[in-house]
């Protein structure tokens, strides 16, 4: 709740001091810095996740603080490939110069922050975890920026200086992670003897790069719009866009809380084959984030106008109609639950990879071809509408490989009460 707080805080404020066109701008840069974060990870997060989390679960603490060791030397071994990555996304879509400078920075940052909180959550810290993680760095990182914009000193006037101002909150965001982490991974996985064979940080790095190309894949699916309005559109266009997704992404937040909260027990109850447990789990998660996340969506769908001119200003109220498709779209998503992190974390990243793909390729040429022929308006009908429907095709591959559902339930006391903790000793499903 910090994160959505701070994040539309961050909106307001930059949309104001910046104007259409280089709010537009910036938004642009700060996706790919974050798609680019993804490839800068290269999957480690969610590999140490799976792995680091299995482990502690048969109580091999040795063979855990193996993998950790080896998930930061593989980082240093990815993390050069995804900055450069970056600079060519960048170049390529906004155009080479200081911006995409900035952008690779952010990327680096971000990345860092990425498998950080990943192993943080494995480790048990949750709290901590939770605040470090999400779009652009999570809460940790939208409040940094917020209080360091307070100031009028630090309060940015072009896409760059926003930019900059993002690196520092990151920055700090990544300081206070290294602290929790190293005091954690003392206490959870301390210097033990283990029959498990070390971890190579180069097995781990092709371990973690089908994760990262379906991470990267997915993010794109639900950014790629995004980035291709800044290609094709006006700057004025590209700049109602982002004002749009900004509050879209309202909807989206109780499911990302809802991942986040989860992400560690998904390979944990897998392991210890207990998969009714899981599917418990997954869909009461569904149907906590459904109800508020419906309560947005109508919000956005019958005060999208007077939202928009509130919250970014009287010229933002023109991407009403973009609000209101997107917002659809969002819903679909929510409605079906975690079933891509299932999936993920469940042994299935291969697939997950072709899928992910496969989905990226048919948003990007329905996307393109929307915005070129039809403009903005078209951009967002096709971009709701292909993201819902891969959503859709991986709820049917999460039940057809692993015999689970992951919609909400119908809800009801029983439903929502909260499942007791992961015990190694537990029996599996009967």
Same mark, same amino acid.
């Given at each position: 709740?910090?994160?959505?707080?701070?994040?539309?805080?961050?909106?307001?404020?930059?949309?104001?001091?910046?104007?259409?066109?280089? &709010?537009?701008?910036? #938004?642009?840069?700060?996706? *790919?810095?974050?798609?680019?974060?993804?490839?800068?990870?290269?999957?480690?997060?969610?590999?140490?996740?799976?792995?680091?989390?299995?482990?502690?679960?048969?109580?091999?603490?040795?063979?855990?603080?193996?993998? *950790?060791?080896?998930?930061?030397?593989?980082?240093?071994?990815?993390?050069?490939?995804?900055?450069?990555?970056?600079?060519?996304?960048?170049?390529?879509? *906004?155009?080479?110069?200081?911006?995409?400078?900035?952008?690779?920075?952010?990327?680096?940052?971000?990345?860092?922050?990425?498998?950080?909180?990943?192993?943080?959550?494995?480790? +048990?810290?949750?709290?901590?975890?939770?605040?470090?993680? +999400?779009?652009?760095?999570?809460?940790?990182?939208?409040?940094?920026?917020?209080?360091?914009?307070? /100031?009028?000193? %630090?309060?940015?006037?072009?896409?760059?200086?926003?930019?900059?101002?993002?690196?520092?909150?990151?920055?700090?965001?990544?300081?206070?992670?290294?602290?929790?982490?190293?005091?954690?991974?003392?206490?959870?996985?301390?210097?033990?003897?283990?029959?498990?064979?070390?971890?190579?940080?180069?097995?781990?790095?092709?371990?973690?790069?089908? &994760?990262?190309?379906?991470?990267?894949?997915? &993010?794109?699916?639900?950014?790629?719009?995004?980035?291709?309005?800044?290609?094709?559109? #006006?700057?004025?266009?590209?700049?109602?866009?982002?004002?749009?997704?900004?509050?879209?992404?309202?909807?989206?937040?109780?499911?990302?809380?809802?991942?986040?909260?989860?992400?560690?027990?998904?390979?944990?109850?897998?392991?210890? !084959?207990?998969?009714?447990?899981?599917?418990?789990?997954?869909?009461?998660?569904?149907?906590?984030?459904?109800?508020?996340?419906?309560?947005?969506?109508? *919000?956005?769908?019958?005060?999208?106008?007077?939202?928009?001119?509130?919250?970014? !200003?009287?010229?933002?109220?023109?991407?009403?109609?973009?609000?209101?498709?997107?917002?659809?779209?969002?819903?679909?998503?929510?409605?079906?639950?975690?079933?891509?992190?299932?999936?993920?974390?469940?042994?299935?990243?291969?697939?997950?990879?072709? %899928?992910?793909? +496969?989905?990226?390729?048919?948003?990007?040429?329905?996307?393109?071809?929307?915005?070129?022929? /039809?403009?903005?308006?078209?951009?967002?009908?096709?971009?709701?509408?292909?993201?819902?429907?891969? &959503?859709?095709?991986?709820?049917?591959?999460?039940?057809?490989?692993? !015999?689970?559902?992951?919609?909400? %339930?119908?809800?009801?006391?029983?439903?929502?009460?909260?499942?007791?903790?992961?015990?190694?000793?537990?029996? !599996?499903?009967?």
């Amino acid at each position: 709740m910090a994160g959505l707080v701070a994040s539309t805080a961050i909106a307001m404020v930059l949309a104001r001091s910046l104007g259409t066109d280089e &709010f537009g701008r910036f #938004s642009v840069a700060s996706s *790919i810095a974050v798609g680019g974060s993804i490839a800068v990870a290269g999957g480690l997060n969610r590999a140490a996740l799976r792995d680091v989390a299995s482990l502690l679960a048969h109580g091999d603490q040795g063979a855990a603080r193996s993998v *950790i060791v080896s998930a930061f030397g593989a980082f240093g071994l990815v993390a050069p490939l995804g900055v450069l990555g970056t600079v060519l996304t960048g170049s390529v879509v *906004i155009g080479w110069g200081r911006t995409v400078v900035l952008t690779a920075a952010l990327a680096l940052v971000l990345g860092l922050l990425l498998v950080l909180a990943d192993v943080i959550r494995a480790l +048990g810290e949750y709290r901590i975890a939770n605040v470090a993680s +999400g779009p652009s760095g999570g809460a940790a990182v939208a409040l940094g920026f917020l209080v360091l914009s307070a /100031w009028s000193l %630090f309060r940015p006037r072009t896409a760059d200086a926003a930019l900059v101002l993002n690196l520092v909150a990151a920055a700090l965001a990544a300081a206070l992670a290294v602290a929790v982490f190293l005091a954690r991974a003392r206490e959870v996985t301390p210097r033990t003897t283990t029959t498990s064979p070390p971890a190579a940080p180069k097995h781990l790095a092709w371990a973690g790069f089908p &994760f990262m190309v379906t991470q990267v894949a997915l &993010f794109l699916s639900l950014q790629v719009d995004l980035w291709i309005a800044g290609a094709t559109l #006006s700057e004025g266009d590209t700049g109602l866009y982002a004002g749009a997704l900004r509050l879209m992404n309202v909807v989206r937040v109780p499911l990302t809380a809802a991942q986040f909260t989860l992400l560690a027990a998904i390979p944990a109850l897998h392991a210890l !084959g207990r998969m009714e447990e899981l599917e418990r789990r997954v869909r009461r998660a569904g149907t906590i984030v459904t109800i508020p996340s419906a309560g947005a969506l109508l *919000i956005c769908v019958l005060f999208a106008g007077p939202m928009l001119a509130l919250v970014l !200003g009287e010229s933002y109220r023109a991407a009403a109609p973009l609000l209101v498709t997107l917002a659809l779209g969002q819903l679909v998503i929510v409605a079906l639950g975690l079933s891509g992190n299932v999936l993920n974390l469940c042994g299935f990243e291969r697939l997950m990879l072709v %899928f992910s793909v +496969g989905s990226l390729a048919s948003s990007v040429v329905a996307d393109l071809v929307a915005a070129r022929l /039809w403009g903005v308006e078209a951009l967002a009908i096709a971009s709701a509408s292909t993201t819902a429907g891969s &959503f859709v095709a991986l709820w049917w591959l999460a039940h057809r490989q692993l !015999g689970i559902w992951t919609h909400p %339930f119908l809800p009801s006391r029983r439903n929502l009460l909260a499942p007791a903790g992961i015990s190694p000793s537990a029996d !599996g499903p009967g």
